[in-house]
């Protein structure tokens, strides 16, 4: 038993010690436990400190090969995921158009007896690898379907349509980086990871260091590291590689006004390096620009070593899961950790067709939109309460472990499939070869729970995998690419009309794709470049907004065929001609109350390609932690080359 307070209007009444002392709880001393980050795909190992029951800090794990003792800050805030007040605490279930409580005997009662049905199932979820993904496909198996969507909104069709996976990227081995607004020291595919490699590249050397061009449409935290910055909006890419790789750039610099003497420096030291390195964001023409320049054949590439997000589904797969829910041809939907309905556009009628689904199942955390039209909500834990491993590369397994009890009435996903596949008439002996996912697990990594053991059964060779965090012994993953349909734009001349420009949705740094909102940390935490903290903005060149009319917190409108938001205007010298540039992840209408109503979703815009913005009425403020861009003559900030001497000066 645990002790606990006695609790008077007046304060303390008296203080209870342990009665029965926990074996492994020494009172102020903290226990770390190894587990992976899931806050985003890259993979990150991570350990998190235990005090007293409680899991308070995570940091990254020293030991890993991806992490080495790194964590952003969206692994930073994994703990407010963890002790959210807007987690789904129990089972519901829809009643009268209402999702009301339920108990777990309820719901896999009633969901076991839907299922045994064996109807048309589908399963649509965020990326799982290893364990998780091998027992949700023998779980939908054992129930006549082989429907698993693994889907995520940020797909990177742009870098599998050039490389055919998303690969490994040694950017220490490369002598010349060119990056087509990948922002990979921010949210491109493992930021950790590669800020590392960077950081290495960037070393000097016989005082020299590995240059670097960024080319985008905004400047980004990446894009403040580089040596040159190419500002130009989506679909100028092509254009400007072709003049990268020709060298003839003067008539490029003068159609996007880009200063001639970046672009032809760009164009001489690449064309000099003997293992550059080329790297497709999402912008349009990003991979068509990155094939141009030989982005496949580089050295610093192995294509032989994928990351698990070349897994992930492409527009194409999603579209005809829509299609599908539309027609009725599904008859039971599976959704776990996945929220379509936030994160497609508008125009693609998500939302709609979910409705037409007779059966809806969310296992997710969080009553975000997609789980709120769900007609039955089995919560799974959270990542940091869950058993579980996952494979970013196909020699790396994280292995997962609970840092703590479960805070509310929420179960393991496996488990949660187990029970469901017994309800409906399955064997799981028989089909898993486990009565619990944990038993599972064991067996996968290679350490089977022995007859009669349980999971208190001392197992040294198990229990020093766990305390590493990580191993070799995961079956591989055959990481089966989804090269999806990456779109591509047309050039992008001065818009015809003084109001269409050219629309770019970037992935916020601590918001990712949307999934960080909820994180009240992250909204606390200020945008590196701009400074703006709880909210959405919409970033405009000086001589764009100066033409529309419009200055730094007026009201603009930006419309397009799916639809229109309206958010506050951010002008700045950062932005790229012609080019309105709005991050993703705010304008949540569910998800808690630090996402819901905050900012506007530009994801409902996405495939809008050219918008029209417009001055609306009146002003709104987004809050920034107040500087500036502008020196003011003042050289706060003052540069050198590395191979320039140095001269102190005593005026």
């Given at each position: 038993?645990?002790?606990?307070?006695?609790?008077?209007?007046?304060?303390?009444?008296?203080?209870?010690?342990?009665?029965?002392?926990?074996?492994?709880?020494?009172?102020?001393?903290?226990?770390?436990?190894?587990?992976?980050?899931?806050?985003?795909?890259?993979?990150?190992?991570?350990?998190?400190?235990?005090?007293?029951?409680?899991?308070?800090k995570c940091e990254g794990n020293a030991l890993h090969p991806i992490s080495g003792g790194r964590l952003c800050a969206r692994g930073q805030a994994a703990l407010m995921c963890l002790y959210d007040p807007d987690r789904i605490k129990n089972p519901m279930r829809r009643q009268s158009g209402k999702l009301v409580d339920s108990t777990w005997d309820d719901a896999i009662e009633a969901v076991g007896d839907v299922l045994a049905a064996r109807g048309r199932i589908a399963f649509l979820t965020d990326l799982q690898t290893g364990s998780n993904e091998a027992l949700i496909r023998a779980w939908l198996r054992s129930l006549g379907s082989e429907r698993m969507l693994t889907w995520e909104p940020i797909d990177y069709a742009q870098v599998k349509s050039v490389f055919g996976v998303v690969p490994t990227f040694d950017f220490a081995a490369c002598d010349y980086l060119i990056s087509f607004a990948a922002d990979f020291l921010e949210t491109w595919v493992s930021p950790v990871e590669y800020a590392r490699g960077f950081a290495e590249m960037r070393r000097p050397r016989d005082g020299r260091r590995v240059g670097f061009a960024y080319i985008g449409p905004r400047v980004s935290m990446t894009a403040a590291n580089a040596d040159i910055r190419i500002l130009a909006p989506p679909g100028a890419e092509i254009e400007l590689a072709e003049a990268i790789r020709s060298g003839q750039t003067d008539s490029v610099s003068a159609r996007y006004g880009v200063d001639p003497a970046a672009l032809r420096r760009v164009s001489d030291d690449f064309r000099r390096a003997a293992a550059p390195l080329v790297l497709p964001g999402a912008t349009s023409g990003a991979a068509e620009a990155s094939r141009m320049l030989g982005a496949a054949q580089s050295s610093a590439v192995n294509a032989a070593r994928p990351h698990a997000v070349s897994g992930i589904a492409g527009r194409g797969e999603i579209e005809a899961l829509t299609r599908d829910m539309q027609n009725g041809q599904i008859d039971v939907l599976l959704v776990l950790n996945s929220n379509p309905v936030y994160a497609l556009p508008e125009s693609l009628g998500f939302a709609d067709a979910l409705k037409r689904v007779p059966t809806v199942i969310s296992l997710s955390s969080f009553l975000d939109e997609t789980t709120a039209l769900a007609d039955w909500v089995m919560p799974s834990h959270t990542p940091l309460e869950s058993w579980g491993d996952y494979q970013p590369y196909p020699d790396?397994?994280?292995?997962?472990?609970?840092?703590?009890?479960?805070?509310?009435?929420?179960?393991?996903?496996?488990?949660?499939?187990?029970?469901?596949?017994?309800?409906?008439?399955?064997?799981?002996?028989?089909?898993?070869?486990?009565d619990t996912f944990y038993q599972f697990l064991r067996a996968r990594w290679g350490y089977p729970l022995a007859k009669g053991a349980t999971p208190d059964t001392p197992a040294p060779e198990w229990e020093a995998l766990l305390e590493r965090g990580f191993g070799s012994e995961l079956p591989v993953t055959n990481y089966e690419s989804r090269i999806g349909e990456g779109r591509t734009l047309a050039a992008a001349p001065p818009p015809a009309a003084e109001y269409t420009l050219r629309l770019y949705a970037f992935p916020h740094i601590y918001y990712y794709d949307g999934r960080g909102a909820n994180r009240r940390w992250l909204q606390e935490i200020p945008e590196p470049v701009t400074g703006a903290v709880w909210g959405t903005w919409a970033e405009l060149h000086p001589e764009t907004a100066g033409r529309l009319g419009i200055k730094t917190d007026d009201v603009v409108e930006i419309e397009g065929d799916g639809g229109k938001i309206v958010t506050s205007a951010y002008v700045w010298q950062g932005a790229a001609k012609n080019t309105v540039a709005v991050p993703i992840g705010e304008g949540h209408t569910a998800y808690g109350r630090f996402a819901s109503g905050v900012g506007?979703?530009?994801?409902?815009?996405?495939?809008?390609?050219?918008?029209?913005?417009?001055?609306?009425?009146?002003?709104k403020w987004v809050t920034r932690v107040r500087g500036s861009t502008d020196q003011s003559g003042r050289d706060i900030v003052q540069t050198v080359r590395l191979d320039e001497p140095l001269e102190r000066r005593h005026d």
């Open positions: 038993a645990v002790g606990g307070l006695g609790l008077t209007s007046g304060g303390y009444e008296r203080l209870i010690p342990y009665v029965n002392q926990p074996e492994n709880i020494v009172p102020g001393v903290a226990a770390w436990y190894a587990t992976s980050c899931r806050e985003c795909p890259a993979g990150c190992g991570m350990i998190v400190r235990n005090r007293d029951s409680r899991a308070v790396v397994g994280n292995l997962m472990q609970p840092v703590m009890g479960q805070v509310f009435d929420t179960r393991q996903t496996g488990d949660i499939l187990i029970q469901l596949a017994r309800a409906a008439g399955v064997d799981p002996a028989a089909v898993f070869n486990a506007a979703n530009v994801l409902r815009l996405l495939d809008a390609g050219d918008v029209r913005v417009r001055r609306g009425k009146g002003r």
